[in-house]
């Protein structure tokens, strides 16, 4: 009787541990969001050539085109919560500007007024305090742009190329201190280029395609190039270009590898635009500087808005559809998660 006593002692406690402690499945399905692209909550407006700057664990979204127009609105999307908050409104309807963070402040630049491609390019320098949720008009940028990027290194703002009138390329380089609101000239770009991405690696500043055109209305020619300025020499470095070339894309560095995301390819011959609608996913490796193909997106999109937060690239609405004809504003939010992300 002792003996049975302890062969069920015995069992019970061999089960509580596997319910406790249950087996590892060996299936390769335990991380189902790895290398793939997940739909989160959408944004409050739809917008495509908007722009972007994270404070404090969020991502705050600036103007850009709706369906009706230029747009004013600013939404808060909460990293953690997955949540999209109406904040108050900027002070100027504006498409196509740049933004970036410093010290908990964002500052916003250029952009351009009443309409995408006719409308008038400013040089416009705007604070925005999220913990207040209040606008201050700053020291003018030198140069009136549109389609540039912004990027931080150092507590410096360097607001790179974009357009000057209709989509032609720009080569201006300009440093904005947000210490003493001073602007200072840069080396120019080896190119002049709008649409654009920038990216930070290594306190260095990664110029990703772009385009120019100066046929009005024409979506131009997209570049191939990418570009690396290192801001403490004031040097420019070709790398190897991506292919195929693009403009209005997305970027963003995950574990020491760069991601380069949709947007159009494009080039003007006989008067005539030709372009494709890009919905591919690049990798480039700084250490063999050479590029590889990733998973690809949903669908075809442009003129977004990406983030980079705990390993995974995040993607804020765009445009869809034919530049020349039928096309929309979206909502979506979008994740992907690399492979790397979860070693």
């Known amino acids: 009787m002792f003996k049975k006593i302890l062969l069920i002692s015995f069992l019970l406690i061999i089960t509580s541990c596997h319910k406790n402690n249950p087996v590892s499945s060996t299936d390769g399905n335990t991380q189902t969001n790895e290398n793939k692209w997940i739909t989160l909550a959408n944004?409050?407006?739809?917008?495509?050539?908007?722009?972007?700057?994270?404070?404090?664990?969020?991502?705050?979204?600036?103007?850009?085109?709706?369906?009706?127009?230029?747009?004013?609105?600013?939404?808060?999307?909460?990293?953690?919560?997955?949540?999209?908050?109406?904040?108050?409104?900027?002070?100027?309807?504006i498409c196509g500007m740049a933004a970036a963070e410093v010290d908990g402040k964002i500052y916003t630049f250029g952009g351009r007024t009443d309409d995408v491609y006719y409308g008038t390019t400013l040089n416009y320098t705007y604070q925005y305090d999220p913990a207040a949720d209040s606008w201050v008009r700053k020291k003018n940028m030198p140069s009136s742009r549109a389609y540039l990027t912004a990027s931080v290194v150092n507590g410096k703002i360097y607001a790179i190329g974009g357009c000057t009138v209709g989509y032609t390329g720009s080569f201006v380089v300009q440093m904005y201190d947000p210490e003493s609101d001073e602007w200072t000239a840069k080396e120019s770009l080896p190119i002049g280029t709008g649409f654009h991405t920038a990216s930070v690696f290594n306190e260095k500043i990664c110029i990703i395609g772009g385009g120019?055109?100066?046929?009005?209305?024409?979506?131009?020619?997209?570049?191939?190039?990418?570009?690396?300025?290192?801001?403490?020499?004031?040097?420019?470095?070709?790398?190897?270009?991506?292919?195929?070339?693009?403009?209005?894309?997305?970027?963003?560095?995950?574990?020491?590898?760069?991601?380069?995301?949709?947007?159009?390819?494009?080039?003007?011959?006989?008067?005539?635009?030709?372009?494709?609608?890009?919905?591919?996913?690049?990798?480039?490796?700084?250490?063999?500087?050479?590029?590889?193909?990733?998973?690809?997106?949903?669908?075809?999109?442009?003129?977004?808005?990406?983030?980079?937060?705990?390993?995974?690239?995040?993607?804020?609405?765009?445009?869809?559809?034919?530049?020349?004809?039928?096309?929309?504003?979206?909502?979506?939010i979008l994740q992907y998660i690399p492979p790397s992300a979860s070693k």
């Open 43 to 93: 944004m409050n407006y739809a917008r495509g050539f908007f722009c972007s700057a994270e404070a404090n664990g969020k991502v705050y979204l600036f103007g850009g085109f709706t369906s009706p127009g230029i747009s004013d609105a600013v939404e808060e999307f909460d990293l953690q919560k997955d949540v999209c908050t109406v904040k108050n409104n900027m002070p100027k309807k």
């Open 212 to 332: 120019t055109s100066s046929s009005g209305g024409s979506t131009g020619t997209s570049s191939p190039y990418f570009l690396i300025y290192d801001p403490v020499n004031d040097l420019w470095v070709s790398k190897a270009d991506i292919n195929p070339s693009r403009w209005a894309h997305g970027s963003g560095i995950i574990n020491n590898k760069l991601y380069v995301c949709g947007g159009i390819s494009s080039y003007l011959q006989g008067g005539s635009d030709h372009f494709t609608l890009l919905h591919d996913l690049l990798e480039y490796d700084f250490s063999s500087d050479k590029w590889t193909t990733g998973t690809s997106m949903p669908s075809h999109l442009r003129a977004f808005q990406t983030y980079v937060y705990n390993n995974k690239l995040y993607i804020f609405g765009g445009l869809n559809g034919d530049p020349k004809g039928t096309h929309a504003a979206l909502t979506s």
